[in-house]
């Protein structure tokens, strides 16, 4: 319809496993989301050392903080502009790949798992204090 299909590959269905080295091997990682709960792609995306471009909406802002191109997912000519920043300037796409692998350095399941067992473990205290 949009007659791209000699510019951009469509690929359907990609299992899991291959994700990684696709995003790794990729100029960019654009995630123009609507609405996202946290984020988590931008993140795997960032430690993939990917150039992250994604949307000033939601949770994308506070997770991707300077190490992406924010952008309006509502403006095509916008994510138009950001996709070919990154794609024809080396200098860009090395310090977003540097800032995105510094910015996944500071999320991991271990330190949300004890993040957690802190804020139980306060609430918990004070449950106690009550009795």
């Not at 990684?20 to 946290?38: D, K, Q």
């Not at 993140?43 to 994308?60: D, F, K, Q, W, Y």
């Not at 991707?64 to 309006?72: F, M, R, S, V």
Request: glycine share 6%; hydrophobic share 45%; with cysteine.
């Amino acid at each position: 319809q949009l007659d791209i299909s000699s510019q951009v590959k469509f690929l359907g269905y990609v299992p899991q496993h291959q994700l990684p080295t696709m995003i790794r091997n990729a100029i960019a990682f654009v995630f123009p989301s609507l609405w996202e709960g946290f984020g988590i792609p931008v993140l795997e995306a960032m430690a993939c050392g990917t150039p992250v471009i994604t949307a000033n909406l939601s949770s994308l802002p506070e997770v991707a903080g300077d190490a992406a191109i924010l952008i309006n997912p509502y403006n095509p000519e916008e994510i138009t502009a950001a996709m070919a920043a990154v794609a024809t300037d080396s200098q860009m796409r090395s310090h977003l790949r540097m800032a995105g692998l510094a910015r996944a350095s500071e999320f991991s399941w271990q330190k949300t798992g004890q993040a957690t067992v802190d804020i139980l473990s306060h609430i918990a205290k004070g449950i106690g204090n009550r009795e």
